[in-house]
């Protein structure tokens, strides 16, 4: 039985960049569909008990015809346990430290990479998500359609930051204005969680397979 993540702040937290709606609706309805239509899936098969984590490990060992269900609804709760887990009421402002150093030597400056970060995003057609990623000890900007986790289609590549561009995430507030949504969410990045998901990766540890 997979649950997904309590909030670690209130729903009008992160306002006015996310609205207090958006963010209850995305959680506790969104979010939570992607639990429940997952354990849907796996009820009554031999992967019932599993966590996310022996998913993601065995991912392309699982039973062929559950292989997409799993990478659209276990790849919907990786993907928001780490968006929801990013953010909080008062967020440190910027990387420092070991993140701070990679950072500035792979892409000159913050700044940089939230440029790419949120072009990734723009550019996305239809669903899907930009991430900051740890492959093979390298920091790297990408994109993927849909819900697909990294951690289920990829060897070796951990998330450590991720923009939803669903338009669920946006839409209530922004409408059709995805740039304008990118552009002020980069703001609500709490820093210092992604400076520990950053050392976590280095050690391959990932908290929201957990
Ligand atoms: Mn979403």
Known sequence: MIKINELNYNYDDLEPVMDKETVEIHHDKHHQAYANNLNALLEKTEYADWSLEKIVKNFQNIDQKLQNGILNNAGGVINHNLFFRQFSKNPQNKPTGDLENVIHTKFGNLENLLTELKAKGAKR??????????????????????????????????????????????????????????????????????????????????????
Not at 162 to 172: N, Q
Request: glycine fraction near 4%; proline fraction near 5%; charged fraction near 25%.
């Open 125 to 210: 057609f239809g669903s899907g998500w930009s991430f900051l990623v740890v492959q093979n000890g390298e920091l790297e900007v990408i994109d993927a359609p849909n819900q697909n986790s990294p951690l289920l289609t990829n060897d070796n590549i951990i998330p450590i930051l991720g923009i939803d561009v669903w338009e669920h995430s946006y839409y209530l507030k922004y409408q059709n204005k995805r740039p304008e949504y990118l552009d002020n969410i980069v703001k609500i990045i709490d820093w210092k969680v992604i400076e520990e998901n950053y050392s976590d990766a280095k050690n391959n540890i990932c908290k929201d397979i957990k």
